[in-house]
């Protein structure tokens, strides 16, 4: 690496990060495995780099940050059996399978397991992406769970309470009934942390079979995100006043 007083040195991973290839997150993955190279030689986490003069490679592409990069935001209808990954090596159908036509290679912000379905984000932002699935990002999900059979209160009522999940305690969660009858019925959880399959956790733990889990609005201070009339695998591009507010709520 070559640099002189006018040099301005940045992150590895924040770099490729603004390229819009992946999530820094995803960047630092890719460094720690060896795949990503500065001038030739194999980079490490928290190196530093003068993208006017250093050639940065991941595997054999060049990352290149173009002048006129636009980035593109997305929000999908997201079906059941798609996996939240832009790939997968055991060839899964992936979500970005079905924003192809976006005109951009986009990632997931964030996961829905591949049997839950709803709102998810798709952006080449990394930024933003690092941002909102970091634990201090100011962010509600609001799901409702189709639940086989009925729900009693006491049920309802430690389904809010704090939990041990995995070994961590989670934060209390906000339930209530939407519908219910003598076979199934609608809960609505909204979580301010997202632990890995954590509702289907949750209702395990208290005796309720899930039959259906669907994200249906993600709420970030006075941005409300809701999946409105798209249909199942439908999306839409997020508007500026929305990616504007979104980033308003990223500390």
């Known amino acids: ?28 993955r890719e460094i720690d495995d060896g795949r990503v190279t500065v001038n030739g030689t194999v980079a490490h986490l928290g190196q530093k780099i003068d993208p006017r003069r250093d050639e940065v490679r991941i595997g054999n ?8 990069h636009r980035y593109t935001y997305v929000l999908l209808n997201k079906p059941s059996g798609y996996l939240s990954t832009a790939s997968d090596d055991r060839e899964r159908k992936c979500v970005t399978e079905l924003v192809k036509s976006a005109g951009a290679r986009l990632y997931p912000v964030g996961r829905l397991d591949m049997h839950s379905e709803g709102l998810l984000l798709l952006t080449n932002d990394g930024e933003l992406t690092q941002r909102m699935t970091h634990p201090s990002y100011d962010c509600s999900k609001i799901y409702h769970v189709l639940i086989r059979g009925d729900v009693s209160a006491e049920k309802l009522h430690a389904l809010g309470q704090p939990m041990e999940i995995d070994d961590y305690t989670i934060k209390p969660v906000e339930c209530h009934v939407v519908n219910q009858t003598d076979k199934r019925t609608i809960i609505e959880m909204t979580l301010t942390e997202g632990r890995n399959r954590q509702i289907r956790k949750m209702c395990e733990q208290v005796g309720l079979e899930i039959a259906k889990l669907r994200r249906v609005a993600i709420v970030s201070g006075e941005c409300a995100l809701k999946l409105d009339k798209l249909r199942l695998s439908e999306w839409r591009y997020l508007t500026r006043d929305e990616v504007a507010a979104l980033k308003g709520g990223a500390k």
């Not at 070559?2 to 997150?25: A, P, V």
């Not at 592409?61 to 006129?68: A, G, L, P, V």
């Open 61 to 68: 592409r060049k990352i290149t940050k173009k002048r006129d």
């Open 1 to 28: 690496m070559t640099k002189d007083n006018n040099s301005e040195l940045i992150r590895l991973q924040k770099y490729i990060s603004d390229c819009g290839i992946m999530s820094r997150r995803a960047a630092e």
